[in-house]
Nanobody
Framework: QVQLVESGGGLVQAGGSLSLSCAAS????????MGWFRQAPGKEREFVAR????????HYADSVKGRFTISRDNTKNTVYLQMNSLKPEDTAVYYC?????????????????WGQGTQVTVSS
């Protein structure tokens, strides 16, 4: 079992930056690929980014490519999402998730554990 706790959300003006963190419990953090997802009111949860177990491979949604960076520190059991050049359409609750599987995927149902989410609001 893995417990995930996100932090770092808040209110920022368009064009600004935020850094999210997700701290994981347990000693098996490096056994999981990690993902970030987001969900805006009235919308489906959508994939944002994914990082492999060792951190060497990353994948991004087209909507955030070039603006967001996912990273992880397995010694601290933490995954990060650096968000730059934020836009009002980035406003959502952001969730981190852990995936035991070996297939690279952005499908939320393929992820095994989820955090409670952190709100990101970008004002215009």
């Amino acid at each position: 079992q893995v417990q995930l706790v996100e932090s770092g959300g808040g209110l920022v003006q368009a064009g600004g930056s935020l850094s999210l963190s997700c701290a994981a419990s347990g000693r098996t953090f490096s056994s999981y690929a990690m993902g970030w997802f987001r969900q805006a009111p009235g919308k489906e949860r959508e994939f944002v980014a994914r990082i492999s177990r060792g951190g060497g491979n990353t994948h991004y949604a087209d909507s955030v490519k070039g603006r967001f960076t996912i990273s992880r520190d397995n010694t601290k059991n933490t995954v990060y999402l650096q968000m730059n050049s934020l836009k009002p359409e980035d406003t959502a609750v952001y969730y981190c998730a852990a995936d035991r599987g070996m297939v690279v995927t952005g499908l939320p149902q393929r992820y095994d554990y989820w955090g409670q989410g952190t709100q990101v609001t970008v004002s215009s």
